[in-house]
T-cell receptor
Framework: DAGVTQSPTHLIKTRGQQVTLRCSPKSGHDTVSWYQQALGQGPQFIFQYYEEEERQRGNFPDRFSGHQFPNYSSELNVNALLLGDSALYLC????????????FGQGTRLTVV | DAKTTQPPSMDCAEGRAANLPCNHSTISGNEYVYWYRQIHSQGPQYIIHGLKNNETNEMASLIITEDRKSSTLILPHATLRDTAVYYCIVRGVGNTGKLIFGQGTTLQVKP
């Protein structure tokens, strides 16, 4: 049983560019949440997708957007990258939007130069 | 969700019990205490959760004080692989949406 898978594992982008990160949830899960983790900090909630809709959103600008597909996989898009967007981006999956026992992927390490 | 306070770091000798404290003095009656850990370069991993009774699973034990204002996560026989950042989170069961992570406690297990 595959857990949560994220791709790519590492990525280097230039300031101003756009990036797309991908997440496949654990088998049987239908909800995907995205988190940003800056170095030395705890993960910060970006948004959650359930039934292909954004259900909740954290304090992140509109440059951060997402999508959920019918197979429950999800994408995180970040436009107009800033140096401060450099972070580990984590995807967490759960069932029916209950994130109490969420399963996290290994993350995508994004570096903006 | 109630705020939690954890010490920034702790050391533990390999094979000994690791006791990680968490204060949550503003916890409400229907809020649970959850523990996650994050091993370096990996995503957070769920460990255990509880309401008011002590809980135990294959990974750890959770002791919650009678007034529920604090709790302790116990790793009974710490190994080097338990070196990680441990996060204490307070929230309602069945609650949708975000997990609020603080700074956590960095546990260093030493040989």
């Amino acid at each position: 049983d595959a857990g949560v898978t994220q791709s790519p594992t590492h990525l280097i982008k230039t300031r101003g560019q756009q990036v797309t990160l991908r997440c496949s949830p654990k088998s049987g899960h239908d909800t995907v949440s995205w988190y940003q983790q800056a170095l030395g900090q705890g993960p910060q909630f970006i948004f959650q997708y359930y039934e292909e809709e954004e259900r909740q959103r954290g304090n992140f600008p509109d440059r951060f957007s997402g999508h959920q597909f019918p197979n429950y996989s999800s994408e995180l898009n970040v436009n107009a990258l800033l140096l401060g967007d450099s972070a580990l981006y984590l995807c967490a999956s759960s069932f029916r939007a209950d994130t109490s026992q969420a399963f996290f992927g290994q993350g995508t390490r994004l570096t903006v130069v | 969700d109630a705020k939690t306070t954890q010490p920034p770091s702790m050391d533990c000798a390999e094979g000994r019990a690791a006791n990680l404290p968490c204060n949550h003095s503003t916890i409400s009656g229907n809020e649970y205490v959850y523990w996650y850990r994050q091993i370096h370069s990996q995503g957070p991993q769920y460990i255990i959760h509880g309401l008011k009774n002590n809980e135990t699973n294959e990974m750890a034990s959770l002791i919650i004080t009678e007034d529920r204002k604090s709790s302790t996560l116990i790793l009974p026989h710490a190994t080097l692989r338990d070196t990680a950042v441990y996060y204490c989170i307070v929230r309602g069961v069945g609650n949708t949406g975000k997990l609020i992570f603080g700074q956590g406690t960095t546990l260093q297990v030493k040989p």
